[in-house]
């Protein structure tokens, strides 16, 4: 009883309480390829030094039929930030993709892959969350450069029933 009074009253849900991190079942990579405007995401590395229009482009002209990445941001110097690398499907779970960053001739090597998965789609490719199994990295992405705060807040409770602990994340552009 103690136990539960205190896990209700810090808020959040512990991971191994909430349900699983699931990709959605569907993904048509070419309705989801062109521009996505990042408006939020837990911190890492790359984005460290990002102050504004952080984004993130996919292609469909990567090397061996990969998808392209170039995902870009202006530094607090104005400077523009950029990372490429590729994305490859995870057979058998449409809403699933690895990505690399590493250079063609590390590909072979198994820890240059990092997961990426859909974890929430709007119907018309317009808005998406993407996540990874370890709650680590958490992205909230819109077609437009702001989002709609009703949804924003629907994104984030949907996150949290994940397992994602929120309480890093960063606000990457103002909402409406």
């Known amino acids: 009883m103690a136990l539960a009074i205190c896990l209700g009253a810090s808020g959040a849900m512990p991971v191994w309480a909430a349900g699983p991190v699931a990709s959605v079942p569907r ?7 062109g ?8 911190p890492m590395a790359f984005q460290k030094d990002c102050a504004s229009d952080i984004t993130a482009r ?32 995870v057979e058998g779970h449409p809403g699933r993709l690895q990505v690399r960053f590493a250079p063609d001739w590390l590909s072979w090597l ?3 892959w990092a997961d990426y998965w859909v974890i929430a789609l709007d119907p018309e490719y ?3 969350m993407v996540g990874e199994p370890d709650r680590e990295y958490l992205w909230i992405l819109s077609r437009e450069p702001t989002m709609d705060r009703a949804r924003f ?13 929120l309480a890093p994340l960063i606000i990457a552009t103002p909402l409406r």
């Open 27 to 33: 993904l048509d990579i070419s309705r989801y390829a």
């Open 110 to 112: 198994p820890w240059v």
């Open 126 to 128: 317009q808005w998406a």
């Open 58 to 89: 996919y292609s469909l002209d990567g090397p061996g039929g990969l998808v392209g990445v170039l995902n870009a941001c202006k530094t607090l110097d104005g400077a523009t930030k950029q990372a490429q690398g590729v994305a490859r499907p």
């Open 153 to 165: 807040e629907q994104l984030k409770t949907q996150a949290e029933a994940m397992g994602y602990d």
């Open 35 to 42: 521009q996505w405007h990042e408006i939020a995401h837990l």
